[in-house]
């Protein structure tokens, strides 16, 4: 297009956009769990074109001094060039940065896993969960479909039982029996782009964003408590523009929810 | 350009009285500014309020992108360095303060004046504006917001812990009003500073 903000400015006028969705619509949501046999919990979450899988490995480490009874949760957000073309090998860029510190907030806010329950042994031996979600393909909406993701690979995670035996102090992994991590909260993350300073539309693609004056992102748990409303910058918004966000982020809640019962449900036989 | 200028301006919240007591009204620590105190820089200010992590950096810059009229200097490239001499709460929120002074100092075309303000949360659900460090650790939630001045519309928000819908319009409603404080110290030192006394 010569002119792409004008031809987006035509559809935004009848209240629809190029891909034929409504201002309020999501792309079509895929889900796919345990793809990656060699991590300890995995999880593919396509939201349209945009595609992020997130592998979980668990290892050992020593608890925080400051906190002898507590584990680690390490997030890791990767956009290799692969992803997109904006994106060039070598030290995570900045845009990757943000990502990972926005998904370590939510993991931090939203008490999705109680840190106690990854300790072993308090002072000693505890689990830590390295989380590694990589982009496969940038479409936009990359913090969404990571919060997912993260989400999706969590419930997917089995952790062996560990004992610590007294003769040798060194710790024993019994790989035959597994168990399920104890998911406390269900964070879902539901983002807005700000066109004209006015109008909201949900889930933007690549384009929309890049066009966009402003973005937000709303992180709402079951009982519509927030954890994370993070808006860098871009154009400003009313507190009554706020609201309706909020209940559209209510609703996008009950969605995701009901397809991650659904994969779980369905995973439950193995 | 003009010689080095120290205006040293205090402001005094609503409650009358001067730094640490704090009223119901108004609640935000007392503040002082100091502009062009540094000769290289086309500007510079230094703003005192009661990582250099990428994520910070990403909030302070968006927002600043947000207001600075870039179309008006193309092929230009303006640099906000923060550098924080001291912490004691409240971070993000000063440096977006500072930030915009120095954008004032330096000259540079906005279409609004930015400020931030801190809200934390305590366990029972009471608001405090412009938390210190101590009471941003104790606090269930710390919300930080950054208002323009023309509208109060909110151009940055970054939130840590668990609060409801309720609680975000209310925190929100709260910063708006502090705002004003902070754009009332934005014009009268920026008046005491270009009046010839």
Redesign the interface.
């Known amino acids: 297009t010569v002119e792409p903000l004008e031809y987006y400015r035509r559809f935004l006028k009848e209240n629809c956009r190029p891909d034929g969705r409504e201002l309020g619509e999501f792309r079509t949501t895929t889900v796919n769990i345990g793809s990656i046999s060699t991590a300890d919990g995995s999880a593919l979450v396509k939201l349209g074109n945009t595609t992020v899988i997130c592998g979980i490995k668990a290892e050992f480490a020593a608890p925080p001094t400051d906190a002898p009874d507590k584990g680690y949760v390490v997030p890791n957000v990767d956009l290799p060039p692969l992803c997109s073309s904006r994106f060039r090998s070598g030290p995570p860029g900045e845009e990757a940065q943000v990502a990972s510190q926005f998904i370590a907030d939510v993991i931090e806010n939203s008490q999705i896993i109680q840190k106690e329950d990854l300790c072993i042994s308090p002072g000693k031996l505890a689990w830590v969960l390295y989380c590694d979600l990589i982009c496969l393909d940038y479409d936009g909406n990359i913090l969404d479909a990571c919060t997912f993701a993260l989400l999706a690979a969590l419930k997917n995670v089995q952790l062996p039982e560990v004992t610590i035996s007294e003769e040798t102090a060194l710790a024993e992994v019994n790989l035959k029996k597994k168990s399920f991590l104890n998911i406390r909260t269900h964070p879902v993350a539901t983002s807005f782009a700000v066109f004209d300073d006015t109008l909201l539309i949900v889930d933007p693609t690549g384009e929309e964003e890049h066009l966009a004056t402003g973005t937000l992102t709303v992180v709402m748990d079951e009982e519509g408590k927030l954890c994370c409303l993070h808006k860098p910058g871009g154009s400003g918004l009313t507190g009554a523009k706020l609201q309706d966000c909020m209940s559209r982020a209510v609703t996008r809640h009950k969605e995701v929810k009901k397809l991650m019962d659904e994969v779980v449900k369905s995973m439950k036989p193995k | 350009m003009e010689g080095v200028m120290r205006s040293d301006a205090k402001i005094c919240g609503e409650s009358g009285t001067e730094s640490s007591p704090r009223g119901l009204g108004c609640s935000l620590r007392h503040f002082a500014c100091e502009q062009n105190l540094l000769s290289r820089p086309d500007g510079s200010a230094s703003f005192l309020q009661g990582v250099a992590?990428?994520?910070r950096?990403?909030?302070i810059?968006?927002?600043?992108?947000?207001v600075v009229l870039g179309t008006l200097h193309p092929r230009t490239s303006i640099t906000v360095v923060l550098q924080v001499i001291s912490d004691a709460g409240s971070l993000l929120a000063c440096c977006l303060n500072a930030a915009c002074m120095a954008l004032v100092d330096a000259g540079v075309p906005m279409r609004a004046l930015f400020c931030g303000v801190t809200c934390a949360l305590d366990s029972d659900g009471t608001l405090m504006l412009d938390p210190t460090a101590k009471q941003e650790k104790e606090a269930r939630a710390v919300?930080t917001f950054?208002?323009?001045s023309v509208?109060r519309?909110?151009?940055?928000?970054?939130?840590?812990?668990?609060?409801?819908?309720a609680e975000?319009?209310q925190c929100?409603?709260a910063a708006q009003a502090a705002s004003q404080h902070v754009f009332r110290f934005y014009r009268e030192s920026l008046q005491r500073r270009y009046s010839k006394s």
């Open positions: 992590e990428k994520s950096e990403w909030l810059r968006n927002t600043c992108e947000a919300l950054a208002l323009d509208e519309k909110l151009l940055m928000s970054t939130t840590k812990g668990l609060y409801s819908d975000l319009q929100l409603a």
